[in-house]
C-alpha cells in the first residue's frame, strides 16, 4: 500500500526550463512536507503546506486538500537545483513518504 | 544557523553488534524524530519523541530499537542487535513545535550504517 505517490519518477531539463513535480496521496492529511535530498545525501525542509500556497525564492508549492494534490514547482531551474525531491504527508502524527523525484538540470 | 548534527557519519559493525548512533537537535526545539532510508528506497519514519518520552512510532520501530535523551542536548537511537537489514542511512531531525504539524524540521546530515 502506498500513501504517497510522486511524479515523475525521474526528471531532466534544460536550465532555465520551468519545472512541476506532483504529489498524490490517498489519506486525509493535516500537513504535507516537500523535501529536498541533495546528492550527498542530506535532507533540507523546503516547505510545510496545509493550505493554499506558498513561495519561497524560484520555488512554489500548491496543495489542493479536496483533490488529494499537491505539486512543486521550480522557476527558472538551475543546475544547483539537480536533487532528488520528497513529497511527505502527515495523516496523524507520523510521516509517510514518497519515493522522491530526482531532477537533473543541465547547463 | 543553527543545526542538527549527528555522528557518526558512517559505522562499519557487524552483525549481532550494538549501535549508538547520536544526534544534537537544534538546542531551543522540542520534538525529536528518527528516520531511516535503506539504499534506493524511500525515508522511513522510525520513532517521534516529546518531553521525554516517545509520542509515536512505526511498525519497524521494534523491540531491538530503542531511543534515549540522556542529557539536555543528546538524542540517541539505539540498535541492541543489528541485523545485514538494518544497512541504512538514519537521519535525526528536530522542530520546534510539533513539526508535522505546525512548523519546519530540521534534518541533520545522516548517519550510514553497514551491518556486515
Known amino acids: 500500500k502506498n500513501e504517497v505517490e510522486q511524479s515523475p519518477q525521474n526528471l531532466t531539463a534544460q536550465e532555465g526550463e520551468f519545472i512541476t513535480i506532483n504529489c498524490s496521496y490517498s489519506?486525509?492529511?493535516?500537513?504535507l512536507h516537500w523535501l529536498q535530498q541533495h546528492p550527498g545525501g542530506g535532507i533540507v525542509s523546503l516547505f510545510m503546506?496545509?493550505?493554499g500556497k506558498k513561495k519561497h525564492g524560484r520555488l512554489i508549492a500548491t496543495i489542493n486538500i479536496q483533490e488529494k494534490h499537491s505539486s512543486l514547482h521550480i522557476t527558472a531551474s538551475h543546475p544547483r537545483d539537480s536533487a532528488v525531491y520528497i513529497c511527505?504527508?502527515?495523516?496523524?502524527?507520523?510521516?509517510?513518504f514518497g519515493t522522491g523525484t530526482s531532477l537533473t538540470v543541465i547547463p | 544557523e543553527p543545526e542538527v548534527t549527528q555522528t557518526p557519519s558512517h559505522q562499519v559493525t557487524q552483525m549481532g553488534q550494538e549501535v549508538i548512533l547520536r544526534c544534537v537537535p537544534i538546542?531551543?526545539?522540542?520534538?525529536f524524530y528518527w528516520y531511516r532510508q535503506i539504499l534506493g528506497q524511500k525515508v522511513e519514519f522510525l520513532v517521534s519523541?516529546?518531553?521525554?518520552?516517545?509520542?509515536?512510532k512505526s511498525e519497524i520501530f521494534d523491540d531491538q530499537f530503542s531511543v534515549e535523551r540522556p542529557d539536555g542536548s543528546n538524542f540517541t537511537l539505539k540498535i541492541r542487535s543489528t541485523k545485514l537489514e538494518d544497512s541504512a542511512m538514519y537521519f535525526c531531525?528536530?522542530?520546534?513545535?510539533?513539526?508535522?504539524?505546525?512548523?519546519?524540521?530540521?534534518f541533520g546530515e545522516g548517519s550510514r550504517l553497514t551491518v556486515l
Open positions: 511527505a504527508v502527515l495523516p496523524g502524527n507520523q510521516f509517510y
Open positions: 489519506v486525509g492529511i493535516s500537513a
Open positions: 519523541f516529546y518531553n521525554n518520552e516517545i509520542s509515536e
Open positions: 531531525a528536530s522542530s520546534e513545535l510539533a513539526g508535522g504539524h505546525t512548523g519546519e524540521l530540521f
Open positions: 538546542s531551543n526545539h522540542l520534538y
Open positions: 503546506l496545509s493550505s
